[in-house]
Structures are given as C-alpha cells and as structure tokens.
C-alpha cells in the first residue's frame, strides 16, 4: 500500500512538468559579443527523472572575436534559475556533447538533431527554471564557453 501511494505521489509531481506537444523551445545568444553565437530550436519534454531535450535546429556563427578562427569542443544543455541577489546560475547538465568543428569569420555550421537528457530528480517545479545552451570554444589560445537561452517561463506549465 505505501508503494501505491508513493507511485501515486511521484506521478502527481511529475505531471506537473508535463509540457504542452506545440511549446516550442528557442534559443538564442543573448550577447552578440561571444565567440560563436549559437540560434536552436526544438522541444522539451518530461521522462522522470528526467527532462527530455531534442533540438531539431542548430547553427553555431562565427562571432565577435579577433581571432582568425574558433574551434568548436563540444556543448551541453542546462536548466538554469535566477538568483535571489540578482544573475543565474545552472541547477543541472545534461552530457557533454563533443562536437569538433572549426569556424572562421562569416561561416556558420549546422549541429544536430540534438537528443539529451537533464536529471530532474528532487526539484518540485520547473516554473523558475529556462534552459540554457553552453557551448565550450577555443578561441585565441584561451577556451571560453558561450551561451544562448530560450524564453525565461517556458517551463512553467503547473
């Protein structure tokens, strides 16, 4: 009978993560100052624990640097929340996806489909948390990572 009521109490709190099929997630660089500018779209969807991300759509630009190229490492996606004090910060990663390519000034280059899976276990709700694309670049001899996120609220379907 506790098992039941457990199972019954997991469900209940997961559901409510449940995303809407035509919420259509959109990523962009909020900051045309980083190396790679990064534009995605897809979609989110809940699996607990875990929250399912698939990127149909993604384009790495080259951008504001003075180096004559960036080498691409890899990306990961995170869900991210504002601080009480003001900024954000990541609460959880999905993997890191290697993903080796080389950019120069005016290109740009496809990734994807994209397919990765954030933990989600123990947060009570995702109405506070957006999700953020960080991308790892090598750039001038220094690695640096770039960011995009997607509409702060679209989580929030309780």
Same mark, same amino acid.
């Given at each position: 009978?506790?098992?039941?009521?457990?199972?019954?109490?997991?469900?209940?709190?997961?559901?409510?993560?449940?995303?809407?099929?035509?919420?259509?997630?959109?990523?962009?660089?909020?900051?045309?100052?980083?190396?790679?500018?990064?534009?995605?779209?897809?979609?989110?969807?809940?699996?607990?624990?875990?929250?399912?991300?698939?990127?149909?759509?993604?384009?790495?630009?080259?951008?504001?640097?003075?180096?004559?190229?960036?080498?691409?490492?890899?990306?990961?996606?995170?869900?991210?929340?504002?601080?009480?004090?003001?900024?954000?910060?990541?609460?959880?990663?999905?993997?890191?996806?290697?993903?080796?390519?080389?950019?120069?000034?005016?290109?740009?280059? #496809?990734? !994807?489909?994209?397919? /990765?899976?954030?933990?989600?276990?123990?947060?009570?709700? %995702? *109405?506070?948390?957006?999700?953020?694309?960080?991308?790892?670049?090598? #750039?001038? !001899?220094?690695?640096? /990572?770039?960011?995009?996120?997607?509409?702060?609220?679209? %989580? *929030?379907?309780?």
């Amino acid at each position: 009978m506790r098992r039941a009521y457990f199972g019954f109490v997991m469900v209940l709190l997961f559901a409510s993560f449940a995303l809407r099929a035509d919420d259509r997630l959109s990523f962009t660089a909020s900051d045309d100052g980083w190396a790679v500018l990064v534009n995605a779209s897809g979609e989110a969807t809940t699996h607990a624990p875990f929250l399912r991300v698939k990127l149909d759509s993604m384009v790495l630009q080259f951008g504001q640097t003075t180096s004559p190229s960036v080498n691409v490492r890899g990306f990961r996606i995170g869900l991210a929340y504002g601080k009480p004090n003001g900024g954000w910060t990541v609460d959880r990663w999905s993997d890191t996806i290697t993903q080796k390519l080389t950019l120069t000034p005016g290109t740009s280059q #496809s990734v !994807g489909p994209v397919d /990765t899976l954030i933990p989600i276990d123990g947060l009570a709700t %995702l *109405a506070n948390h957006w999700l953020v694309i960080a991308v790892e670049v090598e #750039s001038g !001899g220094m690695i640096t /990572t770039c960011y995009a996120h997607n509409k702060a609220g679209i %989580l *929030a379907r309780n």
